[in-house]
C-alpha cells in the first residue's frame, strides 16, 4: 500500500463484537505507517436499518472503546444507518440524540439510505422541516456505488446529488466508492470525479477487506486470510485513477 501514493487515509471498519486489541493492532499500524485513520462502527446485520437504538448503542460502543484503540483518529459514528425512506426530522433526531456522546472531535456520520440519500441529509442539517442536526462538527458521507439512488431509490444518484449535499454547508466525503465499469446505471466515474473537483477526500472500497470482487489486491482475504504477499488487481486500475 505505501507504494501507492495517493493513498493517505484508510478507513477501517469494526464489527462491535471484535476483539478490541485486534482492532487496535490494525488502527495502531495504519497510524505508525503515516496514514489518517477513520474507524467505523460497523454492525453488518443492522446496516439501513432505522432504529434509533442501534445508533446509540454505537455511541455507547465508541464512549466504552475509543481510548481503548489507541484514541487519535476520526470517528465514524456507524456504517450506514438510515434506509432509503426515513424522513429528515427523523435521521436529525436520532444523530442529536448520538452525536456528542462520544467525544468533542469532529465525527463523520453517513447521510440516510445507505449513504446515497443527499437530499434527506441536506434537509436534516439545514432543518428544512422543522427539526435540524444542532452540531456543526461533523462531516456528511456518502457511498457510491452503480447501485446507488436517491430521493427514495427513484432515481439513479448524480452529480447533482453532490451539489445537493453540499448545500448543506457542512463538509462532506466519499466515504465509500466501488466501481464495476457498469455505465448503464449510477455513473460512479463520473460521480467521484466531480466529489474530486470540489475538493471532497474519496475512499475507495476496498484494498482488501471486501467478500466478493471489490478488492484492489490479489488474493483477496476471503481465499487467502494469512497472506503476505499480495499484486494489484485488475479492480485497483478502475478504483485507484479517482483517489
Partial sequence: MKEQTKIKTVRIEIEP????????????????????VIATYHKHT??????????????YWWMQNYFALGGDFTINLMNEWGNHNISANDYAKAYNLAI????????????PGWG?????????VKGTFGTKINDTNIVMSTHIYPPACSQGC?????????????????????????????QT??????IVGYAKSKGWTTLAWTWNGDGRMM????????QNASATDFTLSSYFNIVYPLL
Fill in 17 to 36: 463484537d471484535i476483539d478490541i486489541n485486534l482492532a487496535k493492532t490494525w488502527i495502531t499500524e495504519a497510524k505508525n505507517n503515516g496514514y489518517n
Fill in 154 to 182: 427513484s432515481r439513479r444518484l448524480s452529480t447533482a446529488d453532490l451539489d445537493e449535499l453540499a448545500s448543506a454547508g457542512l463538509p462532506c466525503i466519499v466515504g465509500e466508492f466501488g466501481e464495476t465499469g457498469d
Fill in 46 to 59: 443492522v446496516l439501513g436499518t432505522n432504529d434509533v437504538n442501534e445508533l446509540t448503542n454505537a455511541s
Fill in 116 to 124: 446515497q440519500e443527499t437530499g434527506t441529509a441536506a434537509d436534516a
Fill in 185 to 190: 446505471r449510477a455513473n460512479v466515474t463520473e
Fill in 215 to 222: 478488492n484492489m489486491v490479489d488474493p483477496a482475504w476471503i
Fill in 100 to 111: 456528542r456522546m462520544v467525544y468533542p472531535g469532529r465525527l463523520i456520520i453517513d447521510i
